[in-house]
């Protein structure tokens, strides 16, 4: 489709594209690669028809650069060999949504592309590795403190969850960070420290239970002492 006509044609068109790209991304059959390639053409496509429109409508366009930003991620994840280029488009998409955003005026909105930022960073090889996890970490903490103001509670767990894999990942990293796995226990210790119905804890119990168990490996591997002291940290705030 072409970018030519007036701006309430634009605004359908990108709004079509969008619901293209959610359509791609709930596709049940075909290769998840190519879905994934197809959702980002369409969530592009979707961005450069919005973007005329981003100063009077900054919460649509951010959305669709939400949207193409975790898309991105996703594809990272199914293509190994173009990891690092699928982070950095990610990366680039997400900062215009936050950029876009009034964390006042659109805080969930916010917090969301700030929880994707940072899971992105985590991920980034790119530059000083260990400097992108601490930049990943803030952002989860800025995304957490919208969650917690609001009373999302699963969408903190799952942030909080976020983070302490980050803090679990800089642990790993160092040939003996002992703090590091400490700070790392004590975070995912408090994942659940409201209590959450079933139906949205359970979906988390596996990553946690596999990154605690993760922690155990690395608090022996690195010479921290008898794991009990480490089983004893208390939950962060």
């Not at 605004?11 to 791609?24: I, M, T, V, Y």
């Not at 197809?38 to 919460?59: C, M, V």
């Amino acid at each position: 489709l072409h970018i030519r006509g007036c701006a309430s044609d634009r605004e359908n068109r990108a709004k079509l594209h969008a619901s293209l790209g959610q359509a791609w991304l709930k596709m049940p059959e075909g290769d998840p690669e190519e879905t994934l390639q197809l959702a980002i053409a369409a969530f592009g496509s979707a961005g450069d028809l919005a973007r005329y429109s981003r100063n009077t409508q900054p919460l649509e366009w951010a959305d669709i650069q939400i949207h193409l930003g975790n898309t991105w991620l996703a594809l990272a994840d199914k293509q190994p060999a173009s990891r690092q280029s699928s982070h950095l488009e990610a990366y680039r998409t997400l900062q215009k949504a936050i950029a876009a955003l009034d964390p006042e005026r659109h805080p969930l909105e916010w917090a969301k592309a700030q929880r994707s930022l940072g899971l992105v960073l985590d991920g980034l090889s790119t530059g000083n590795v260990e400097h992108n996890r601490r930049l990943a970490i803030a952002s989860f903490e800025k995304a957490e403190k919208i969650y917690l103001r609001t009373s999302h509670r699963a969408d903190w767990a799952r942030t909080r969850l976020n983070a302490a894999n980050t803090l679990r990942h800089l642990a790993e990293a160092g040939s003996k960070n002992c703090s590091g796995v400490w700070q790392a226990m004590a975070y995912l210790k408090s994942v659940f420290r409201d209590k959450l119905p079933d139906h949205l804890r359970t979906p988390l119990e596996p990553e946690v239970q596999e990154s605690r168990e993760a922690l155990f490996g690395a608090w022996q591997s690195q010479g921290c002492g008898d794991p009990e002291t480490l089983a004893e940290v208390p939950a962060a705030n």
